[in-house]
């Protein structure tokens, strides 16, 4: 699937005392998702139909939850609108991204402020956002308020 650029293992961690460390991350993952492959801040994981990826990066005290969506040149300008549009109201922490030519859901944070129950959130908004495109767009977590469609938003 997909590699982190620097490996996490060989890199010297920055802050000394995350809250979710590797261990506590892998013990997570290991609770939440239905199939887990990995070691040393990289896995492979499934949640239910959907597959993703957990990348960390401790030099830079980074992590990343991915999920492909679909090929990128299969996505209309109407729905990359609305992706956009969704990132705003309704993905609360997860976003959709695009690289390489794929549409992802996506969550990216620091690693040593999150606990355990933000990573299992953080993994079921990704997960939901891949089941909802197309749909409600939606993490599932919480819609912020969109407003009503036509009136613009802030900028009129």
Do not use: K
Request: aromatic share 6%.
């Amino acid at each position: 699937m997909l590699a982190p650029t620097a490996s996490p293992a060989s890199a010297s961690p920055r802050y000394a005392d995350p809250r979710v460390d590797l261990e506590e991350l892998e013990r997570v993952l290991q609770g939440v998702a239905d199939e887990v492959e990995g070691e040393d801040g990289r896995w492979q994981l499934r949640l239910g139909e959907v597959p993703l990826a957990c990348m960390t990066d401790l030099h830079f005290d980074r992590m990343r939850i991915i999920a492909p969506i679909v090929e990128l040149d299969e996505v209309s300008d109407e729905l990359r609108d609305q992706c956009l549009e969704a990132n705003f109201h309704t993905t609360l922490d997860a976003r959709y991204a695009t690289s390489d030519g794929v549409l992802y859901a996506a969550f990216i944070h620091p690693l040593s402020p999150l606990d355990a129950e933000q990573v299992e959130s953080a993994l079921r908004q990704v997960a939901n956002l891949v089941e909802t495109f197309g749909t409600t767009f939606s993490s599932g977590e919480l819609v912020f308020g969109a407003p009503p469609r036509g009136r613009g938003g802030l900028m009129n």
